[in-house]
Every structure is written in structure tokens, then in C-alpha cells.
């Protein structure tokens, strides 16, 4: 007689199907092994197939290098900690201007309004010498008082800072000066502090809209330093032949006021930017002003290509894009007549403006700014080499 198993002659095998069943769906959702339960790899297999012996071994092969390979122990999550915000050690740096340059004083508290700069301290009290963190010197304010500066005791810590916005020609050469300043400040762009003589700079929502001067005069120059060996001289002693110049200044007894001045450069079409050296970066207010103002400066001073590091290349005419002075002549003479070619000159005032340095200001914030945020040591070795070669 057959005898039909009963329901607890199949639990043992049963459970053990129900236990891998469960063991399967696990490991399949938290798992994810990189060779698929429904493909193996090197193994052809439809997806309505049974894995073969060969994909079994695959599969267990893999889980087996995986299970061996991996830590699931359950770790805590390292979130990354906000850096602790530092203490409070704003210092104040207080910043003596040994001699006013030229003597010509300016607001010892105007490097917050006009540049930014806090705490800063400018004063020119001496007797805060000793505790100053710096020290300003004009070159051509150096006098016998520094001489007997230099025998005092210095504080480790204070940076001397040398300002000169003359060209080398125009500067005194001293042998004093090496291995005695920290820091520079100069019209040079490899100076530690680079104050030039003007900026141009992106156009603000302030800004009023540039409407181009009205015109009276065609060529204009304003000069003082008169010196028949400098080559801005003979260059205008020929262009004069050729073009009729506006020319003022002591030597041709043509005097004008600093309120007439802004009238009589707005009113010219060009004004001869004519630097009295030749040196590399050097170009002075006789440039930015007529920017400023709304004029073409028909430049002569550095290479072009010097000048158009600073300034947009279509804002002036240099001299020596023409053969002669002659030629230049006939270019001034031709967009005089030709008011739409001119007006191309100003293109670059949709977008820019042109400012001019605050001298004096903006060496010693600019200064006291550096040696706020640098506490570095520094000597300038060499400041003679550098700056006269």
C-alpha cells in the first residue's frame, strides 16, 4: 500500500528552501554583487533561463572574493566639522608719514572713505616713532634727518617704506638706500606697493553717460620743463612745422590757472601727452588727465605696447605708429575733418572711465593695508640697481 507523505516529512526540506528564499531576497536588494542574478558574466543567458551550473559557479566565486573583501560592520558617519571661526585680532597699524611728499598734507583718516582700507592709523606725530608700524619717506623729502634716523634704534618689526613717483632722470641716486627700506611704493608695476598715476576702471550705475566735450582748438600742449636735449622738445619743434599747436606753459609765457585748466583740454581734440623721460611704466597725469577730461593724448614715452598693459589700445596715438612727425601731422589733420573717425577714439567710454591717483593718500593706506595683512620679513637689498640700473 502506497503511503502518502505527510506535511511534517516535507519540513525539512520546506524550511531550508524558505530560509535561502529569504537569504536570497535579502542579499539581492543590499548586495547589489557586480555580476547579475540574471546574467553572468562570459555566460550566455536569455533572461527566461535558469542559471546553469557554470553561472552558479561564477556567482559564488564572486560573492565569496566580495563577503571577503568588504566591511559591513556598521560605522559611525564622519561629517566634516565647521572650521571654528577665529578670534578677534583686528590690530590697528599705526603708519607715521615722516615727511609730507612735496608738503603737500592730505586727510590722515581717509583710507576707510576712499579705498576701504581699516585700521589703519596715518599720522605724522614723530614722536610715535617707536611704536609706529611703518614709516613712509619721500625720496626727494630725504634730509639730513635721516641721516641721524638711521643711527637710532630701529624696531624689529617696523617696515620703512620708500615712495617715489619721479622717473630714474628725475631721481637722485643714493648709496644710502640699499639694505635700509622694507617695502616699495611706485609708479612701477613690480613695486610692492603699485600706486600708478591713473586707472582706468569698469564704468559704474552712477556714472553719467560720456558725451564728448565740445571742441574749439585741434592740437594742444601745456609744458613747464622746457629742455631743448629732451626728445618731447624736438619732436614738437618738427610736428610745429606741420600742424598748428596750442602751446602754453613758462616757456612761452602762455600762464593758466588750475581752474582754467580742465577748459582749455576739454576744448582741444588732442592733446600732446608728452612725458619729459623715457622709462618703462611712466606715464604720468599727463596721460590720465586728458582721459579724464575727454581728450586724445598723442603719447610719447614708452613703447605702445608698455601702454596698452593700463590703457584700452584704441584711447590714444603714440608717435611712433608714424614715420615722422609729418605723417602724425596728416593722421591729426585727416581725423579733424573726419568726426566719425575721431568719435572712435572715445569707443572705450561705454565701458571704462578713467580715474587719477590720489598722491600721497593712496601710497600710505595702500601701505599700511600691506603691512596690516604681511607680517613677512623683507629687506630691498638693492633699490639702487632696481630703479636707476
Known sequence: MTTKPSVGSYQHVLLPLFLLFCFGGVFYTYYKPTVSWFSCSNVPVSSHEVCSDECLKVLTANFTQNTTTHNYTTQKLLLPQPTPKPADTEENITFLIWT???????DVKACSPQFGIEGCQLTDDRSQYD????VLFHHRDIGGDFTELLKRPRPPHQKWVWMNMESPDNSGRNDRFDAVFNLTTNYRRDSDVWVPYGRIIEISEKDKPFKIPPKDKLVCWIVSNWNPNFRRVKFFNELSKHIKIEAYGRHFNRYISSEDYRTIVSGCKFYLSFENSIHKDYFTEKLFNPLII????????????NYEEFIPADAFIHVDDFKSPQELAERLKFLDQNQEVYERYFTWRQHFTAIGAHFGLEHACRSCDLIKRNKSYRVFKNLNKWYWG
Do not use: I, Q
Not at 575727454?294 to 605696447?305: W, Y
Open 100 to 106: 609730507w611728499p612735496f608738503g603737500f598734507k592730505f
Open 294 to 305: 575727454g581728450t586724445v593724448p598723442v603719447v610719447l614715452g614708452p613703447s605702445r605696447e
Open 131 to 134: 611704536k609706529a608700524h611703518g
